[in-house]
């Protein structure tokens, strides 16, 4: 990583730690967090890289955090409370904090950048969410 006095940070995102295998989540794909790593403070971003037909695992909402996600390589879907969407490369979804959202791989995979204000401790995740 980069970072200097003159105000920014650098990283390859492959140089983030792997959350997903760490939590033995690593079937779905990979889950690199970013935020302290660059010395953001109120701005995180999160690249998944979903396994084909896979899905996150759980679904999650916020109390206050306003999220984007954008697919870059892939299809798949994504169910954001009652709604299912369709997803394409350059798809973009903005996701207001308080609606569940899970996402679902395509059959070649997704690759999804996701960006978001910070707010500790506001997010809650919902286990066996999507279930068909």
Do not use: C
């Not at 695992?57 to 299809?75: I, K």
């Not at 506001?122 to 066996?128: K, P």
Request: hydrophobic share 35%; glycine share 14%; charged share 30%.
């Amino acid at each position: 990583m980069t970072q200097t006095s003159t105000g920014y940070g650098r990283i390859n995102f492959d140089e983030v730690t792997d959350l997903a295998a760490q939590y033995g989540m690593g079937e779905i794909g990979e889950s690199r967090y970013l935020r302290e790593d660059v010395g953001a403070e109120g701005v995180g971003m999160t690249l998944y890289r979903m396994n084909p037909g896979r899905r996150g695992g759980f679904g999650h909402r916020h109390r206050n955090a306003e999220e984007m996600y954008v697919v870059l390589s892939g299809t798949g879907r994504v169910k954001i409370d009652d709604d299912i969407l369709d997803l394409r490369p350059l798809d973009v979804v903005r996701v207001a904090p308080a609606s569940v959202r899970e996402f679902e791989a395509g059959p070649d995979g997704m690759h999804l950048l996701a960006a978001g204000t910070h707010v500790k401790d506001d997010g809650e995740m919902l286990q066996d969410w999507w279930t068909d």
